[in-house]
Nanobody, 127 residues
Framework: QVQLVESGGGLVQAGGSLRLSCLAS????????LGWFRQAPGKEREFVAT????????YYGDSVRGRFTISRDDAKNSGYLQMNGLKSEDTALYYC????????????????????WGQGTQVTVSS
C-alpha cells in the first residue's frame, strides 16, 4: 500500500491562496485515485475534491467548487490542491487519501471508500 504525507498548510489571510501537496511512496502512484478531505474542530470530515487515476476526471465539494483545483503529477508521485479565494470557513485539518483501483477514469467522494490516509496538514484562514 502507498503511504501519504501532506504538506503546504499554514496561516493565510482571507482571500489568499495556498497549495497543498500530497507525496506518495511505497507503491506505484499511478494505480491510485486521490481525494482531499478536511475536518474542522467539532465538525464531521468533509469531502473537498477528488481526481481519477488518469487525471482526466475531477469532482469538487459544493463549498469549494470554483475556488479549489485538484491535480496530480505521477512523475513526482504527488497530488496537489490549489486553494484560491480562501475563506475563514476553509479553516480545517486537510487530509489526502488514496485508493488503488484498476479503473483509470473513476473517482470516489465518500471517505469510507478510501483506505489510505495521510496525517493531515493544518490550514488556518484569518478574517
Amino acid at each position: 500500500q502507498v503511504q501519504l504525507v501532506e504538506s503546504g498548510g499554514g496561516l493565510v489571510q482571507a482571500g489568499g491562496s495556498l497549495r497543498l501537496s500530497c507525496l506518495a511512496s511505497g507503491d506505484s502512484w499511478n494505480r491510485y485515485m486521490l481525494g482531499w478531505f478536511r475536518q474542522a474542530p467539532g465538525k464531521e470530515r468533509e469531502f473537498v475534491a477528488t481526481i481519477s487515476r488518469n487525471g482526466a476526471n475531477t469532482y469538487y465539494g459544493d463549498s469549494v467548487r470554483g475556488r479549489f483545483t485538484i491535480s496530480r503529477d505521477d512523475a513526482k508521485n504527488s497530488g496537489y490542491l490549489q486553494m484560491n479565494g480562501l475563506k475563514s470557513e476553509d479553516t480545517a485539518l486537510y487530509y489526502c487519501a488514496a485508493r488503488k483501483t484498476t479503473y483509470a477514469s473513476i473517482y470516489y467522494y465518500a471517505d469510507h471508500d478510501y483506505n489510505t490516509w495521510g496525517q493531515g496538514t493544518q490550514v488556518t484562514v484569518s478574517s
